[in-house]
């Protein structure tokens, strides 16, 4: 069945880069997302990005797509403490009803100051 | 804005009571979700909607129920409450052809089954 992957924790230091990867096996997904989570909230949609784009820039948020190796990232630059959260990758579920997603399980993001 | 509201951020329920978690969207999406998220587990989806009256079970729809009468409202009942149902609730709504597809979530219900 299909299946989103992602590691479940990241540590950065404030200012510095982090980058969330995802592993998907749909290759027929139409739509690969980024959703954040903070403490006791539900998800926000911070981006997504098309099947036929290889990437999508945000102000500090950059989306790569690696469609060959279905490998999905989003890297946030100069990460603040704001940015602690939980980032979940999700796509398109195909073959099955229309509008499902498939999640990871979440990476948790730790920004230290 | 578009909006997803959830009837309770917290609840304490005892086992064996009926449970009633409701989701209310005004952007007149179709398509409505019920999750649940547990720690190291993520979301599951347990039932989902693509109409008034039209319910479809997700991968872990035992010992629940939904309700959709109106195209805004969609509910979701624990017949009877299991200290296993202990979990963040989580409602979505979405409508194809939109944008990305992408679903849209409510703050989430904190539930603690005693």
């Known amino acids: 069945g299909e299946d989103v992957e992602q590691s479940l924790f990241l540590s950065v230091r404030e200012g510095d880069s982090s980058v969330i990867n995802c592993t998907y096996t749909?290759?027929?997904?139409?739509?690969l997302y980024w959703y954040k989570q903070e403490p006791g909230a539900g998800l926000q949609l911070l981006t997504y990005?098309?099947?036929?784009?290889d990437m999508k820039q945000d102000q500090r948020l950059t989306v790569l797509l690696n469609k060959k190796d279905k490998h999905l990232s989003l890297r946030i630059a100069d990460t603040q403490t704001g940015d602690s959260a939980i980032y979940f990758c999700?796509?398109?579920?195909?073959?099955?009803?229309?509008?499902?997603?498939?999640f990871g399980k979440g990476t948790k993001l730790s920004v230290k100051p | 804005d578009v909006k997803v509201t959830q009837s309770s951020r917290y609840l304490v329920k005892r086992t064996g009571e009926k449970v009633f978690l409701e989701c209310v969207q005004d952007?007149?999406?179709?398509?409505m979700f019920w999750y649940r998220q547990d720690p190291g587990l993520g979301l599951r989806l347990i039932y989902f909607?693509?109409?008034?009256?039209?319910?479809e079970k997700g991968d872990i729809p035992e010992g629940y129920s939904v309700s959709r009468e109106k195209k805004e409202r969609f509910s979701l009942i624990l017949e009877s409450a299991s200290t296993n149902q202990t979990s963040m609730y989580l409602c979505?709504?979405?409508?194809?052809?939109?944008?990305?597809?992408?679903?849209?979530f409510g703050p989430g219900t904190r539930l603690t089954v005693l």
């Open positions: 979505a709504s979405s409508s194809p052809g939109t944008g990305g597809g992408e679903q849209f």
């Open positions: 749909d290759s027929s997904s139409t739509y």
């Open positions: 990005i098309f099947s036929n784009m």
């Open positions: 999700a796509e398109t579920e195909t073959g099955g009803s229309q509008g499902n997603l498939i």
């Open positions: 952007m007149d999406h179709e398509n």
């Open positions: 909607s693509y109409d008034v009256k039209m319910k």
